[in-house]
């Protein structure tokens, strides 16, 4: 399979791979979003609606970071398009480097989103918190509690940067 499934087969797929109900709903709602900028951005509406639904596919395996390893294994192993199977791995807060992948227990690799359409995929799941939508605010905030200085700057720059491309604040989208 290495076209983009529709929505009907990533669906289909999230629910072979035993991923929950509250998951798939999760990814819904991220799909929501994420097509929403997309369409604003000019980016692969198509490639982003398939990547969102199937960004959290290794959840159906564990919930921990790790999800990222088991939704790029799974994702292979089903023949995914590499855009995809990118899209999964960079999708985790507003990307991790190297260093900090080390640091978490991780595989050595830039975890970054470098395409526009992973960065509006890891921006929408960022944003998107118990199937709703949370403020930039909100999440940046969450992130300077934990002490996670690196992450809510990296947030901020990902939200400013798709707010320019599409001539309007992500949340009036």
Do not use: F, W
């Not at 290495?2 to 289909?12: L, N, Q, V």
């Not at 799909?31 to 000019?42: C, F, M, P």
């Amino acid at each position: 399979m290495k076209e983009i499934p529709k929505p009907e087969k990533c669906i289909e797929l999230l629910k072979q791979a035993g991923c929950s109900n509250s998951v798939i709903e999760h990814c819904k709602a991220v799909r929501d979003y994420a097509v929403k900028i997309a369409e604003k951005a000019g980016a692969d509406v198509e490639l982003v609606e398939a990547g969102a639904l199937l960004h959290d596919i290794g959840r159906s395996k564990t919930h921990s970071i790790n999800h990222v390893i088991e939704g790029i294994k799974i994702a292979k192993k089903l023949g995914l398009p590499d855009k995809i199977v990118r899209i999964i791995e960079r999708h985790i807060g507003a990307g991790i480097s190297k260093e900090e992948a080390v640091k978490l227990g991780l595989p050595e690799n830039n975890y970054m989103p470098i395409s526009l359409e992973e960065k509006i995929v890891c921006h929408a799941d960022n944003l998107i918190q118990s199937g709703k939508r949370q403020s930039i605010e909100k999440e940046v905030r969450k992130a300077l509690k934990k002490g996670l200085n690196d992450y809510a700057i990296r947030l901020i720059e990902l939200h400013k940067e798709l707010t320019e491309l599409c001539g309007e604040d992500l949340k009036d989208i």
